[in-house]
C-alpha cells in the first residue's frame, strides 16, 4: 500500500508540484485553502481563523474514516510577503505566525492518534531566515519553523520533523509577481538561476523516504549573497 500523506496549501504551486510529481508513489490526502471553501467537497481549512482547533479536527475525523495510517504531514500553506517593516500592523503579523505557526501545532496535535511510526513532518521555510525579508512578519514566522520543529520532535518521539529553506521559485506566485528589476536582483545573488521547484519537491521526498533525517533544515539557495 501506498504511503498516505497529508497536504496542506493543497492548492499552492510546491503542493500541485509535489502531487503531479509524485503521483505514483504516493496516496495523497489534500487540504486546500481558504480560496477554496464553499466552491469544492474536498477537505479546506482557513488557518488564520480563530477556530482553527475545530477545523483540524473535522480533518481528524475524516482521516480516522480511512481507516489508515498517516504517513507524512506537508505544510505547504502560506502567505505571501506584503507588508513592510514601517506599515505593518498588529493583525498582519499575528495572521502571519497563526498560519505559519499555529496553524500547524494545532493539525500536529489533532493527528497524533493516526500517525504510522517515523511520520515525517515537513515545513517549507524560507531563505529569509538567513537574509530578512521586505516583510518582518514573513522572516519571524519562517525563522520560528526552526523552533517548531524541536517542539515536534520532543513531545512526539515518534514523529520526523524537518524543513526546506528555498530562495525564490522559478514559476510561482511570488516570483510572477515581482517587477522584473527585482527578479534581475534576485537572479544576481542566486549566481544566475531561481530554485527549481522540482530540486524542493525532491528534498520534501527525501523527509519523508530517509528515516534518519530529524530535526534538519536544507538551505535551498544556489548560494544566495547579500
Partial sequence: ??????????????????MKKYSDEYDFLPVLGPS???VTS???VDMTKKDVDVQMNKVASYVESLGRKINGILFLQGIDPSVGINEIDRDHF?????????????????????????????????????????DP?????????????????????????NAVMPGLI???????????????????????????????????RTFIENQSIRETMVPLHRGMRG
Avoid at 515545513?123 to 537574509?131: D, G, N, T
Avoid at 520560528?144 to 520526523?160: D, E, S, T, W
Fill in 94 to 134: 499575528i495572521k502571519m505566525m497563526t498560519v505559519n505557526i499555529f496553524g500547524p501545532i494545532a493539525a500536529v496535535r489533532a493527528m497524533a492518534p493516526f500517525y504510522d511510526n517515523d511520520a515525517a513532518i515537513s515545513f517549507v521555510s524560507s531563505v529569509s531566515v538567513l537574509k530578512g525579508s521586505y
Fill in 1 to 18: 500500500m501506498k504511503k498516505l500523506i497529508l497536504v496542506f496549501g493543497a492548492d499552492g504551486y510546491v503542493a500541485t508540484s509535489f
Fill in 36 to 38: 477554496s471553501i464553499g
Fill in 42 to 44: 474536498l477537505l479546506c
Fill in 170 to 204: 522559478q514559476g510561482s506566485p511570488v516570483h510572477l509577481g515581482m517587477t522584473s528589476d527585482f527578479v534581475e536582483r534576485h537572479l544576481g545573488s542566486m549566481n544566475g538561476s531561481l530554485v527549481r521547484v522540482g530540486d524542493v519537491c525532491s528534498v520534501l
Fill in 137 to 161: 512578519s514573513y522572516c519571524c514566522s519562517k525563522t520560528a519553523i526552526q523552533g517548531l520543529i524541536k517542539c515536534v520532535n520532543n513531545n512526539f518521539k515518534y514523529l520526523r520533523a
